[in-house]
């Protein structure tokens, strides 16, 4: 019987460093797959968040050599241009701009469509976005509107509308529709301001 125990002892012992050795061996095993994935996705290029001077250098010289076409509406077919009365057009929003560091002309997003200065959009002509100086001056772009024939001046975030000749912040406009749709329960269709909510 003690040589069953010594027998068993000596049999629990060696399950034990068999244990131990699994349990070294499967360590083992995780720490050469997290090195080889490690070594592997240092060899993998995840590319860099900011551009090296001569991939900004291309991408500056691709921005200057296409620009953005600009969108003219089509014109009349047939139809005598004189003879129609002038139609305004809808709501103009000024939703934003980006700048441009070379100079060349800024892109901005009217009624939500980007478009580059000096262009003409559904009957309205963009002008120049005018810099101001100063601590609290915003940047504002000029427009004109043929068919009236007036001349005005938004910054980003603002709306003008041709009928009846207003210019409004947008967040204003919002929050009037809010308040109709709270009052009516509908938003009111009859006027479109080209803000999509």
């Given at each position: ?12 012992l ?8 699994l349990l070294?061996?499967?360590n083992?095993?995780?720490v050469?797959?997290?090195?080889s994935?490690?070594?592997a996705?240092?060899?993998e290029d995840?590319?860099?968040?900011f551009?090296?001077?001569a ?10 050599n296409?620009?953005l ?9 047939g ?7 002038a ?13 441009r ?6 892109t ?5 469509q980007?478009?580059?200065?000096d262009t003409?959009i ?19 772009l ?12 938004l910054?980003a975030?603002?709306?003008y ?6 210019i409004?912040?947008l967040r ?5 529709k ?6 009516t329960g ?10 999509s909510?």
């Amino acid at each position: 019987m003690k040589l069953a125990f010594k027998n068993l002892a000596a049999l629990l012992l060696n399950l034990k460093n068999f244990t131990v050795l699994l349990l070294n061996i499967k360590n083992l095993t995780l720490v050469l797959i997290c090195l080889s994935s490690a070594q592997a996705a240092s060899n993998e290029d995840f590319g860099r968040l900011f551009s090296r001077p001569a991939e900004r250098a291309k991408l500056d010289s691709l921005r200057q050599n296409q620009a953005l076409k600009p969108l003219v509406p089509a014109e009349s077919q047939g139809e005598d241009i004189d003879a129609l009365p002038a139609v305004l057009p809808a709501p103009i929003t000024l939703q934003g701009y980006v700048k441009r560091s070379d100079g060349s002309k800024s892109t901005l997003w009217i009624n939500n469509q980007p478009v580059q200065e000096d262009t003409t959009i559904n009957d309205v002509e963009i002008g120049k976005l005018n810099q101001r100086l100063g601590t609290n001056a915003k940047d504002s772009l000029d427009i004109k509107i043929p068919a009236n024939g007036k001349r005005i001046r938004l910054k980003a975030g603002q709306m003008y509308e041709p009928e009846t000749n207003q210019i409004k912040e947008l967040r204003t406009v919002e929050k009037e529709k809010r308040l109709n749709l709270q009052e009516t329960g509908e938003i009111n269709s009859n006027h479109d301001d080209g803000i999509s909510e």
